[in-house]
């Protein structure tokens, strides 16, 4: 198969553009090199993203916490020294709501998102989502699980739900685990026929939950992540 990313503007074009020692006049890239989206992509197909380049030096950041920050394409990306000495390049952009983590060169302790305060360590997980409140914890013993509902702000209609399995041994694998976004809705049943009328896909009509007395349903958003919807009592 062939593999070879083209140029948009022919190679004939570059002939054009050379520095003639003679003379000493020189001759720029044809303009649409500057100016040009597919040239651009073409330029990073070909280039910044086959092969290793120097973004900086490692003596810049000598001690753990150092970083500095610099772009690749369309990419905020940061260099940091780690507690155990090594380097990592890490998005410099939140998984929240896409801040700029870090600006500049400097010492982190801790990398924390100016917008809301969430905190990564230096290989990128995130370590903790201040503000973000237990609203309900309830253990069902019958059931043998853990539900825990958390949310920025107490009065809010929206919240995460996360449930633990007791059962559960291992460490989950991705896709085991269950939790998703809940949405509280006063009349559910005409919120799910609204969505339903619209083209929402419903994947479990309002019902009373196993384990309580909430009526709870299930909609599938267009990426097919689990939206509850719940009732309040
Ligand atoms: S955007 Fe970073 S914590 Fe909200």
Redesign the pocket.
């Known amino acids: 198969m062939n593999t070879a990313v083209r140029s948009p503007i022919a190679i004939e074009e570059f002939d054009q553009s050379y520095f003639q020692h003679e003379t000493d006049e020189v001759y720029a890239l044809p303009p649409a090199c500057f100016t040009s989206e597919a040239f651009f992509q073409f330029e990073m197909n070909a280039v910044w993203k086959k092969q290793w380049f120097c973004v900086g030096r490692a003596s810049d950041i000598p001690k753990a916490g150092d970083f500095f920050t610099f772009e690749v394409g369309d990419d905020a990306l940061f260099a940091i020294r780690t507690r155990e000495g090594k380097i990592n390049v890490l998005s410099n952009v939140?998984r929240?709501?896409?801040?700029l983590l870090l600006e500049g060169a400097g010492n982190a302790r801790r990398i924390s998102?100016p917008?809301?305060?969430?905190v990564y360590n230096m290989e990128g997980e995130l370590v903790s989502a201040p503000g973000l409140k237990v609203l309900r914890h309830t253990d069902y013993e019958s059931g043998r699980f853990t539900n825990v509902f958390l949310s920025f702000n107490e009065n809010t209609e929206s919240s995460l739900e996360l449930t633990y399995n007791w059962d559960q041994k291992d460490p989950y694998e991705k896709g085991q685990a269950f939790g998703h976004l809940a949405l509280m809705v006063n009349d559910i049943h005409e919120a799910v026929d609204k969505l339903a009328h619209s083209g929402v896909r419903i994947k479990t009509p309002p019902k009373k939950m196993n384990h309580g007395q909430r009526i709870i349903a299930f909609v599938l958003d267009p990426d097919d992540y689990l939206i509850e919807l719940i009732e309040p009592i």
């Open positions: 939140c929240h709501r896409n801040m998102c917008l809301h305060a969430w």
